[in-house]
Every structure is written in structure tokens, then in C-alpha cells.
């Protein structure tokens, strides 16, 4: 494993064979009656365990998702671990009240009789999980997964395994009973192989063209999936914005971890008539920003080479068909190892690459529009629907245009924060994905509905 940043050889983590496939499912089968059994608040006092020892490790495991994925350690500590952390603490002070039977009001057919929900896990949950934040998007639907009840396999992705080993020793050291967690480590082959190993719930965290792959395998033993997969999200600001606020905001939404971030700001639309003042803003907030991997740097270095060389081909694609560098540099000057500079583009439009595929790269896109229509139409122009931002002093303007964005949700004079919110369904629409996770429906996705009628007599 080399480190993206530094090029620096970092250490092997040794692949889990595939002939043991058989042997993980059957210990994570015969876990789950135990596990099961244990009430919420047995289950919850082994997360609070592992939060314990994730707080006690935190400065050495940010060096570690750092080190393996080209991060800067604050991202590492903000974004991937300070989420985990609030995972835990939310689905063990909210998880009990809903995982419990629900009484449900019954009909006037059915007098005298009482009506019931139970939540009841779902057996082996397999957990497929990123490189981008490859602690978060492991660690929590692992927590979800394990707190209502089930078993979990996670296969991390093998472009960032020292993170994928280091969630392995913490579930280790937090003590969950012997086949609760397994993590089996390894590329797509291994992930193939675990999909066909015939799960009763996959969680999927990845790329649409693997996500499809996933939920035709899935459909050939019915097995129920949910989907978190990529996003193009538009950023729309209007002329009445704290444009200053919202150039910071741009800035942040589409640079930080690189701009690998499935709810990145990809496109970013400017009215018209504040179009050149913004673009200035936006490019004096980008001189402030430091690329590199010491404390001062404020964004790393991209995590792989594949992942680069998808953004290097969007920009060449989009410069030969006329659209303007404003800040960065042709792809042909690119010179620093695993760093793309951060590029924003003018003079595009949507029938580019740019626009219409996922860049996750520090690739920002500018367009102009005229109103609030066609801002909608634009932002909407595309077959992905994760997350969007509207930026505008006017309260009614920003709810209005929020309700017409097809997406999985909408933050207003902000971006990206609605997954720092474990309150809040997250998911996407369209390509983007299938299902939901955090909060209650987080939890409740690994669980069957269970309808209960009670006769009184
Ligand atoms: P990316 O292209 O961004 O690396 P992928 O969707 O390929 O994203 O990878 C996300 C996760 O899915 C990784 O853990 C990877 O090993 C796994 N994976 C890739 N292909 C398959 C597959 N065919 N079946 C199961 N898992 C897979």
C-alpha cells in the first residue's frame, strides 16, 4: 500500500480467501441468535465501549485514515471520525424508542383487539463499504446494523485497507462476543464473492456502476438492499445571497477531502447578474487554500490514481470543447504526484462530461442563469439527486425552489451539513441510490416489520 500523499510505502493487509466466504457467514449466523437475544441496552454498553476506545486512539487513527487515504488529519478527525462518535451517541440515547413494538391505533372491524409493530433483525448483515471516508461509511450503518440487533460482515474497500484493519482491532478491542463483527478484507472480487454469499441485507456505499451490480446479484435470492451511491450536487446562489458566505461555502463544498465527496458541490449555478462579482470571490477564497499533507494544509491529496485520471479526462474533455480555466491549471502542467489544483471552470454547459458525470475530484464547474426557473431545471438536469444547496436572503424563494429540487435532501445557506444531522434521513434519488439510513429509518432498515394482532379474550 502506498500512501497517496507522500508516496511512501505504508504497509500489506493480507486478502481474505475466498473459499472462507462460507465459514464467515456461518459464524455470523450462529452470533446472531445470541446477539439478538441481548436487550438494546446490552448491545448499546458494547458501543459505548468501542466509543471509549475510538475517543482514548483518536489522534492515531486520524493519522492512520490520513496516512491511507491522502486526507489532512482535521479532515480525518471532523469528518470521519467525529461522525462515527455521533453515530454511537445518537442510536444509544434514540436507538430503544425505535426499535420497540409500536402500538398501533386498530380499526372498528377489528374492536376489542390490539395491533402491533415489532422490529425484529434482520440475521447476517453484509457491509460494503468506500474509500472516502472509509471509517464513517463503515463504522456507522455498522453500529445502525449492530444496535437493532444483527450481525455484521463489512468488506472496506481495498484502496484504503489500513482503515479497513484498524475498524477490524477496534471492534476487537470493544469485546463483542466471537462472530459478531467480521471483516474480510480485499477488492471487488472478495466483495463479489461475499454478495453471492447470500446475506440477509447489503449495505452498499459505493459507485452507481457497482451498486447496479449489486442489486442484480441481490435479486436473484430477493435479498433487500440499500444503495448510498453518487451525486453531481448543484449549488444554487441568487443574487439576494451573503455572497461572501456563500463563496466560503463554494470554496468548502467543493474542495474539501479533495472533492471526494459524494455530496461534493459539482455544479455550481450563479445569477446572472452577480455572476462576475461571485466568480471573484469564489476565486480569492480558493488563494487562501493550502493543498498538501502538514498541519497548515487545508485540503490532501486525491486518494488513487484511477480516481485522478477520472477528473483529468472530465477537464481535458470539457477544455477542448472551449470551456475557460479560471483558476488551476491544464491537465498537462499537473505536476504534484497525487494533487490535482484546485480548477474551477466557466464557459461549460450541459452536454459535457463535466456536468453530466460524477467528477470527485476539486473540479468546480460555473454557470450562469437568468431566475429561479430555470435554476430548477438546470440543478434537476441530471440523473443523479443526493444533495442540493440554495443560497438567498429571501426565506419563501429558498423554500420554494427546495421543494422542486429532486433530491435526497436540501440545505439552505449551507451545503453538505445535512449528514452531520444523525436526526435526518440520508440517501439519494434517482442514481444516487435506494433507501435511507441515520435516524430512525437508519436503524429501522435493518429490521423486518413485524405486524402483531392481539386478541383481547
Ligand atoms: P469506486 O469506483 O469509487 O472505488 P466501487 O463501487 O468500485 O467504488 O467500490 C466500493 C466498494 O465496493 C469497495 O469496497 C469495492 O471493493 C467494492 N466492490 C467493487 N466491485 C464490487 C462487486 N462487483 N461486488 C461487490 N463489491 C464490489
Request: overall charge neutral; hydrophobic content about 40%.
Given at each position: 500500500?502506498?500512501?497517496?500523499?507522500?508516496?511512501?510505502?505504508?504497509?500489506?493487509?493480507?486478502?481474505?480467501?475466498?473459499?472462507?466466504?462460507?465459514?464467515?457467514?456461518?459464524?455470523?449466523?450462529?452470533?446472531?441468535?445470541?446477539?439478538?437475544?441481548?436487550?438494546?441496552?446490552?448491545?448499546?454498553?458494547?458501543?459505548?465501549?468501542?466509543?471509549?476506545?475510538?475517543?482514548?486512539?483518536?489522534?492515531?487513527?486520524?493519522?492512520?485514515?490520513?496516512?491511507?487515504?491522502?486526507?489532512?488529519?482535521?479532515?480525518?478527525?471532523?469528518?470521519?471520525?467525529?461522525?462515527?462518535?455521533?453515530?454511537?451517541?445518537?442510536?444509544?440515547?434514540?436507538?430503544?424508542?425505535?426499535?420497540?413494538?409500536?402500538?398501533?391505533?386498530?380499526p372498528l372491524l377489528l374492536i376489542g383487539k390490539k395491533s402491533f409493530i415489532e422490529y425484529m433483525p434482520r440475521g447476517v448483515v453484509l457491509i460494503i463499504s468506500p474509500w472516502n471516508y472509509p471509517m464513517q461509511l463503515a463504522m456507522v450503518p455498522m453500529i445502525s446494523a449492530l444496535a437493532a440487533g444483527n450481525t455484521v460482515?463489512?468488506?472496506?474497500?481495498?484502496?484504503?485497507?489500513?482503515?479497513?484493519?484498524?475498524?477490524?482491532?477496534?471492534?476487537?478491542?470493544?469485546?463483542?462476543?466471537?462472530?459478531?463483527?467480521?471483516?474480510?478484507?480485499?477488492?471487488?472480487?472478495?466483495?463479489?464473492?461475499?454478495?453471492?454469499?447470500?446475506?440477509?441485507?447489503?449495505?452498499?456505499?459505493?459507485?452507481?456502476?457497482?451498486?447496479?451490480?449489486?442489486?442484480?446479484?441481490?435479486?436473484?435470492?430477493?435479498?433487500?438492499?440499500?444503495?448510498?451511491?453518487?451525486?453531481?450536487?448543484?449549488?444554487?446562489?441568487?443574487?439576494?445571497?451573503?455572497?461572501?458566505?456563500?463563496?466560503?461555502?463554494?470554496?468548502?463544498?467543493?474542495?474539501?477531502?479533495?472533492?471526494?465527496?459524494?455530496?461534493?458541490?459539482?455544479?455550481?449555478?450563479?445569477?446572472?447578474?452577480?455572476?462576475?462579482?461571485?466568480?471573484?470571490?469564489?476565486?480569492?477564497?480558493?488563494?487562501?487554500?493550502?493543498?498538501?499533507?502538514?498541519?497548515?494544509?487545508?485540503?490532501?491529496?486525491?486518494?488513487?490514481?484511477?480516481?485522478?485520471?477520472?477528473?483529468?479526462?472530465?477537464?481535458?474533455?470539457?477544455?477542448?470543447?472551449?470551456?475557460?480555466?479560471?483558476?488551476?491549471?491544464?491537465?498537462?502542467?499537473?505536476?504534484?504526484?497525487?494533487?490535482?489544483?484546485?480548477?474551477?471552470?466557466?464557459?461549460?454547459?450541459?452536454?459535457?462530461?463535466?456536468?453530466?458525470?460524477?467528477?470527485?475530484?476539486?473540479?468546480?464547474?460555473?454557470?450562469?442563469?437568468?431566475?429561479?426557473?430555470?435554476?430548477?431545471?438546470?440543478?434537476?438536469?441530471?440523473?443523479?439527486?443526493?444533495?442540493?444547496?440554495?443560497?438567498?436572503?429571501?426565506?419563501?424563494?429558498?423554500?420554494?425552489?427546495?421543494?422542486?429540487?429532486?433530491?435526497?435532501?436540501?440545505?439552505?445557506?449551507?451545503?453538505?451539513?445535512?449528514?452531520?444531522?444523525?436526526?435526518?434521513?440520508?440517501?439519494?434519488?434517482?442514481?444516487?441510490?435506494?433507501?435511507?439510513?441515520?435516524?430512525?429509518?437508519?436503524?429501522?432498515?435493518?429490521?423486518?416489520?413485524?405486524?402483531?394482532?392481539?386478541?383481547?379474550?
Amino acid at each position: 500500500m502506498i500512501a497517496p500523499a507522500t508516496g511512501k510505502q505504508i504497509g500489506e493487509i493480507a486478502e481474505t480467501p475466498i473459499g472462507k466466504v462460507d465459514s464467515f457467514y456461518q459464524r455470523g449466523k450462529g452470533a446472531f441468535q445470541q446477539w439478538s437475544n441481548l436487550t438494546f441496552s446490552d448491545r448499546a454498553s458494547y458501543l459505548l465501549r468501542l466509543k471509549e476506545i475510538i475517543v482514548e486512539q483518536m489522534e492515531e487513527i486520524a493519522k492512520i485514515i490520513a496516512e491511507d487515504s491522502g486526507k489532512v488529519v482535521t479532515e480525518a478527525l471532523v469528518a470521519d471520525i467525529m461522525p462515527t462518535l455521533d453515530a454511537i451517541d445518537h442510536i444509544v440515547k434514540h436507538g430503544k424508542k425505535h426499535l420497540r413494538r409500536q402500538k398501533v391505533r386498530t380499526p372498528l372491524l377489528l374492536i376489542g383487539k390490539k395491533s402491533f409493530i415489532e422490529y425484529m433483525p434482520r440475521g447476517v448483515v453484509l457491509i460494503i463499504s468506500p474509500w472516502n471516508y472509509p471509517m464513517q461509511l463503515a463504522m456507522v450503518p455498522m453500529i445502525s446494523a449492530l444496535a437493532a440487533g444483527n450481525t455484521v460482515i463489512l468488506k472496506p474497500s481495498e484502496v484504503t485497507p489500513l482503515v479497513g484493519k484498524c475498524i477490524e482491532e477496534l471492534f476487537e478491542k470493544a469485546g463483542l462476543p466471537e462472530g459478531v463483527v467480521q471483516v474480510a478484507h480485499g477488492g471487488k472480487e472478495v466483495g463479489a464473492a461475499f454478495t453471492n454469499g447470500k446475506p440477509d441485507y447489503i449495505f452498499f456505499t459505493g459507485s452507481v456502476r457497482t451498486g447496479k451490480i449489486i442489486q442484480q446479484v441481490a435479486a436473484q435470492d430477493l435479498i433487500p438492499t440499500t444503495l448510498e451511491l453518487g451525486g453531481k450536487d448543484p449549488m444554487i446562489v441568487f443574487a439576494d445571497a451573503h455572497l461572501e458566505r456563500a463563496a466560503k461555502g463554494a470554496a468548502w463544498a467543493a474542495f474539501t477531502n479533495s472533492g471526494q465527496v459524494c455530496m461534493s458541490a459539482e455544479r455550481l449555478y450563479v445569477e446572472k447578474t452577480i455572476f462576475p462579482q461571485f466568480l471573484a470571490l469564489l476565486k480569492k477564497e480558493i488563494k487562501n487554500l493550502k493543498q498538501g499533507n502538514d498541519q497548515n494544509a487545508d485540503v490532501g491529496s486525491m486518494t488513487f490514481p484511477a480516481q485522478l485520471q477520472i477528473v483529468k479526462e472530465q477537464l481535458e474533455d470539457a477544455l477542448s470543447k472551449g470551456a475557460r480555466l479560471e483558476t488551476g491549471l491544464p491537465p498537462e502542467r499537473w505536476a504534484n504526484g497525487m494533487y490535482i489544483p484546485l480548477t474551477v471552470v466557466t464557459n461549460v454547459n450541459h452536454q459535457m462530461k463535466i456536468i453530466q458525470e460524477e467528477s470527485f475530484g476539486p473540479l468546480l464547474p460555473v454557470l450562469p442563469f437568468d431566475n429561479e426557473e430555470e435554476a430548477i431545471g438546470l440543478a434537476n438536469d441530471t440523473v443523479y439527486g443526493l444533495n442540493a444547496s440554495v443560497w438567498t436572503n429571501d426565506k419563501e424563494k429558498a423554500r420554494r425552489v427546495a421543494s422542486k429540487l429532486v433530491s435526497g435532501a436540501v440545505v439552505i445557506n449551507d451545503a453538505i451539513i445535512s449528514i452531520a444531522n444523525h436526526g435526518l434521513p440520508f440517501g439519494g434519488t434517482k442514481h444516487s441510490g435506494i433507501g435511507r439510513y441515520h435516524g430512525d429509518a437508519g436503524l429501522r432498515i435493518f429490521c423486518h416489520e413485524k405486524a402483531i394482532v392481539e386478541d383481547n379474550g
